[in-house]
């Protein structure tokens, strides 16, 4: 009698800590899983918008390639466009039902790209780079909705920074969110029909 109990006590040891362990597996190693897929996803995207990039200095080196230049002078117009930016902001806004509560623009000296490749030089010396701030108000899905429609724009568009605090006890947030665009005039002239400023409305 007493080895059949000590044998259910075994048994019911063992379960409990499968149970824990599925729990774990289930609190931390899930959406850690899930985390890494949308990071994956965040990634490829910016990756296809450096890849253009990349092709129109790819163009200045070879005539013979060619690109669609519409999609090149939406991910990056010859001037900063910054109009047109805050459109497409409106239009995520009113698509994730987040509100954009408020935003600053700002020109940098220089493009800060090479560090999206841990690079020590700068690269594409002749790209100018616009940083944008912005706080954004809503559910945490509405943000996190906001988020991805936002870096889903077909101009180039970087999220440098992201800070979401919650607001009470209800599900609203806020988010802090710092972004760079960029620009550049220098491939002009491989352009055969250019979108400038009196062109674009």
Do not use: C
């Amino acid at each position: 009698m007493d080895s059949i109990n000590k044998r259910s006590l075994t048994l019911l040891i063992v379960a409990a800590t499968v149970l824990i362990l599925l729990a774990l597996v289930i609190l931390f190693y899930w959406p850690l899983t899930q985390q890494l897929a949308s990071t994956k996803s965040e990634k490829a995207e910016l990756a296809s918008k450096i890849k253009i990039m990349q092709k129109v200095y790819k163009q200045k080196m070879d005539s013979k390639v060619e690109l669609d230049e519409a999609v090149v002078q939406a991910a990056l117009p010859l001037w900063d466009n910054s109009e047109q930016f805050i459109v497409q902001l409106q239009e995520v806004g009113e698509k994730s039902g987040a509100n954009l509560k408020n935003g600053s623009l700002n020109f940098k000296e220089s493009n800060e790209l090479h560090l999206q490749s841990n690079l020590k030089e700068q690269i594409y010396k002749n790209v100018q780079e616009l940083s944008v701030n912005m706080t954004v108000a809503g559910t945490k899905q509405q943000v996190h909705d906001w988020i991805q429609k936002l870096e889903e724009l077909p101009r180039l568009t970087i999220v440098n920074n992201l800070q979401l605090s919650s607001v009470g006890a209800s599900d609203s947030y806020t988010a802090n969110i710092s972004v760079s665009i960029y620009f550049d005039k220098s491939y002009i002239q491989m352009l055969h029909a250019p979108i400038l400023p009196n062109s674009s409305e």
